[in-house]
Nanobody
Framework: QLQASGGGSVQAGGSLRLSCAAS????????IGWFRQAPGMEREWVTA????????YYADSVKGRFTAAVDNAKNTVYLQMISMKSEDTAVYYC?????????????????????WGQGTLVTVSS
């Protein structure tokens, strides 16, 4: 299972770090994605990282501001967010998708993810 944490309230320009703790099985052949959903909006893909940490993709909306990383020893994936904007306000979810090839996989497609964390709320005030 996955458990997301670290959400909270921050002012625009501030930083937060989200955590996604994995347990119960090996995720070595999985990619971990972060998605977010603002009220009344569609679920939006944010980033995806392979469990090895070798391959990382970001949505254009967060590129240069968000950084994903894996700590294999702690079975945890992190999402470091800096220079936050009000439009980053959303519930953030981590999810795991099985992958056979790290290249060409549609990381943005939420339907490919099998395991989901419970979500953590991030609020950015301007």
């Amino acid at each position: 299972q996955l458990q997301a944490s670290g959400g909270g309230s921050v002012q625009a320009g501030g930083s937060l770090r989200l955590s996604c703790a994995a347990s119960g099985r090996s995720f070595s052949s999985y990619a971990i994605g972060w998605f977010r959903q603002a009220p009344g909006m569609e679920r939006e893909w944010v980033t995806a990282i392979t469990w090895s940490g070798d391959v990382i993709y970001y949505a254009d909306s967060v590129k240069g501001r968000f950084t994903a990383a894996v700590d294999n020893a702690k079975n945890t994936v992190y999402l470091q967010m800096i220079s936050m904007k009000s439009e980053d306000t959303a519930v953030y979810y981590c999810a795991a998708a099985p992958i056979r090839s790290v290249y060409g996989f549609p990381y943005y497609d939420w339907s490919r993810y099998e395991y989901w964390g419970q979500g953590t709320l991030v609020t950015v005030s301007s």
